[in-house]
């Protein structure tokens, strides 16, 4: 099976490229975070040695795209986003997104997210992509659907909330319901060595 080509995206503020073995200290920041392992529903520690053997990993996957999200001002990473469990048969995936803790409530997270949708649509060929965010992360639902997701569903008690439990809430958006949010894309945003969908 061909692997997928990593891509470089380019936004008004950001781009999302692929991970570098300099970008440790920023993934073990993310991860490790209580507050970002609450927000996502990921509770994984990581230590160095597993980041830096993630960051090898995920160069080699056809399943599943992470990218740094970093600034193009400061050229800072200040995120992590994440095309997973792509199924190039159903042409679906799940997203996913966290922020340092510094850097979130700024708009990056909007504009990765469009960003990575492109990608998924416009790119990759996908119809459906999917995500699932704690019932406590109001943030992220209220972005999602400002994105034209809609609600699938919930999972209870799938994530843990310190001491105790909250739903998954499960939403979905459509290749054709975001080509009519976003019927012209911004001229600012690029992919460059656009990826290549694994031949079988």
Known sequence: ????????LTGEMLVLRPFEEQDVDAILEISNDPEAQRLS????????GEAVRL??????????????????????????????????TTSSAWLALELRPAYRARGYGTEAV??????????????????SVPAVNHRARAMYESLGFRMD????????????????????????????AYPVRPPEH????????PTR
Do not use: K, Y
């Open 153 to 180: 569903g919930r999972l209870r008690d799938a994530h843990r909330d310190g001491d105790g439990w909250c739903d998954a809430v499960l939403m979905s958006l459509l290749a054709d319901e975001f080509r009519a």
């Open 41 to 48: 529903g990921v509770h994984q520690t990581l230590t160095r």
């Open 190 to 197: 690029v992919i460059q060595r656009s990826p290549r969908q």
């Open 114 to 131: 469009v960003l990575m949708l492109e990608l998924a649509f416009d790119e990759f060929g996908l119809h459906r992509v999917g995500v």
């Open 55 to 88: 960051i090898a990993d995920s160069a080699q996957c056809n399943d599943r795209l992470a990218l740094a999200v970093r600034t193009i001002v400061q050229d800072v990473v200040v995120g992590e986003i994440v095309l997973d469990e792509i199924d190039w």
């Open 1 to 8: 099976m061909e692997q997928m080509e990593p891509p470089t």
